[in-house]
């Protein structure tokens, strides 16, 4: 992703596509829909790629989705970036094999840094960190725990092990459109290659992330599909 990518998420719970508040499960948001129409459908508005998560995976601590995010990168032409629940080498082989480009790990990458490291020989630059942020501290277990790390700690640790790109999430602004968080995101990209996630809301979030150095991408999801921007839009501002 040499220039910012905008990444439509498709996040799966139950096998429909819904959108949770700030990682909250008791405040969801269902968008009815089939996730491989969904994808389908965000391709052929123009999306160079996708982002999946499998919310029931977040939670139970292992992929339980796997078959439908396989049915989503089979679907379509464009790279999946998928994760929720990938705590294995197990779960990430499996996920590359399910025919993903690249995998998201996230609580165990965060807490064993020789699983991390094993991860980096097996994926290379398929694996994505997620460093998912309450304030200054990493988050895990689906945003349900603190791990007591700090943010820019991690990324510089992140970098030392090869990691090669994270997919950074301001959790308190997850799905609730209070716009990106342009700051801590451009502190976090000055470290590693940051793919940007949490309140984006409009074109000119995603203008403003282009500009910063080292952001590579942007996951965009509930101002997708509560339509106050469009896909189009979003990939106008990404090319400046």
Do not use: N
Not at 42 to 56: F, M, P, S, T
Not at 143 to 149: A, K, L, M, P, Y
Not at 191 to 206: E, F, H, K, Q, Y
């Amino acid at each position: 992703m040499a220039d910012l990518t905008v990444l439509p998420a498709i996040d799966i719970r139950g096998g429909r596509c819904v959108r949770l508040v700030q990682g909250d499960f008791a405040r969801q948001r269902e968008y009815g829909g089939d996730p491989v129409a969904r994808a389908r459908e965000w391709e052929r508005q123009g999306a160079r790629a996708i982002h999946v998560v499998d919310l029931d995976g977040a939670k139970e601590g292992y992929p339980v989705q796997r078959d439908v995010i396989g049915e989503v990168a089979r679907s379509v032409s464009v790279p999946v970036q998928a994760g929720g629940g990938v705590r294995t080498l197990d779960d990430l082989r499996a996920l590359l094999d399910a025919g993903t480009a690249r995998v998201v790990m996230g609580t165990a990458a965060v807490l064993d840094r020789g699983l991390r490291r094993r991860a980096v020989e097996l994926a290379g630059d398929a694996l994505v960190v997620a460093v998912d942020a309450r304030g200054s501290v990493v988050a895990t277990h689906g945003w349900q725990q603190s791990s007591g790390t700090d943010v820019l700690e991690l990324a510089r640790e992140l970098r030392e092990d090869g990691v090669g790109s994270v997919l950074y999430t301001d959790v308190d602004r997850d799905g609730t459109g209070a716009g990106a968080a342009l700051e801590s995101t451009a502190r976090v990209a000055s470290l590693i290659p940051t793919i940007a996630s949490g309140g984006v809301r409009s074109a000119g979030d995603v203008r403003e992330l282009a500009r910063i150095p080292g952001v590579v991408g942007v996951v965009v999801g509930t101002a997708l599909y509560e339509r106050r921007v469009t896909l189009g839009e979003l990939l106008d501002a990404a090319r400046g």
